[in-house]
Each structure stands twice: as structure tokens, then as C-alpha cells.
């Protein structure tokens, strides 16, 4: 029997809205050539030892420069896709946040490309990812 290797990744992001009711994406870069041009939230990988809610900082500011403060786990979800050479499950924790400050920047050589607020109406035919997809449903 040929098993596939296996890859478990365990990532924190921030449901991010300001006073005008947008919700901050960012833009996934060439760096992740399958969802280029996609949509997401900030947001990443835990490092070794990391409490996810000092990840969703962290990752939150890498990607875009703001931020904030995580207050309740929004929902936990979980993916498979065995499509590819690994078998690959994430579980992502969405947390509810307050915009605590920072300048809005990209992120400069990284998964994402561009950051963004958007108003409800304008994500109708926006690329999202499945998470982003599910955190629209969620804030709105």
C-alpha cells in the first residue's frame, strides 16, 4: 500500500470590521499560484508553540499593519484536500476582533499581495476562498 504523506495545519484569522461595516481581506499572491487573485482574511499559521490567539496578531499585522485585539472564537473549521501529492487537513480558527490601530500596508513577499475593506455589497463576484466565504456569512 503507497500512503501519501500526511500534513496537519493549524492556522488563527481575524473577522476584522471597521465603523462603515467592511470587512478586511487580503489577496493571495503568486506565491500561492492555485488561488492567486483569491480573497481571504488575515490570518496564518500557528509556529510551534504559539497560542493561537498570539497568531492571529501576529499574522493579522504582517499582512496588513493593523491591529487588534481577538475576543471570541467566531468558529472553528476544518478541511481536507487530498487532491494533491500530501494529503492536507487545516483547522482554522476565525476569532471576532477589535481594530485596535496601525497604518493599512501590504505585505511585501509574502501569500498575500494587497489588503482591502470591503462593503458587503461590493464581494458579489469577488474570488473568495471557502474561509472567506464562510466569515462573510458570519459578519454579515
Request: glycine share 8%.
Amino acid at each position: 500500500m503507497n500512503e501519501k504523506p500526511q500534513y496537519t495545519r493549524v492556522s488563527a484569522y481575524g473577522l476584522i470590521t471597521d465603523n462603515q461595516n467592511r470587512i478586511l481581506l487580503c489577496r493571495i499572491s503568486k506565491a500561492l499560484p492555485r488561488w492567486q487573485g483569491y480573497w481571504t482574511l488575515p490570518g496564518g499559521g500557528l509556529d510551534f508553540g504559539e497560542d493561537p490567539r498570539d497568531a492571529v496578531v501576529r499574522e493579522v499585522e504582517e499582512e496588513t499593519g493593523v491591529t487588534i485585539k481577538p475576543t471570541t472564537v467566531a468558529t472553528i473549521s476544518s478541511i481536507y484536500d487530498c487532491s494533491q501529492e500530501t494529503d492536507f487537513h487545516g483547522i482554522r480558527i476565525l476569532y471576532h476582533t477589535q481594530l485596535m490601530g496601525g497604518e493599512l500596508r501590504y505585505e511585501a513577499e509574502g501569500t498575500t499581495d494587497k489588503c482591502q475593506w470591503w462593503p458587503r455589497q461590493a464581494l458579489d463576484g469577488l474570488d473568495l476562498v471557502d474561509i472567506t466565504q464562510l466569515a462573510v456569512q458570519i459578519v454579515f
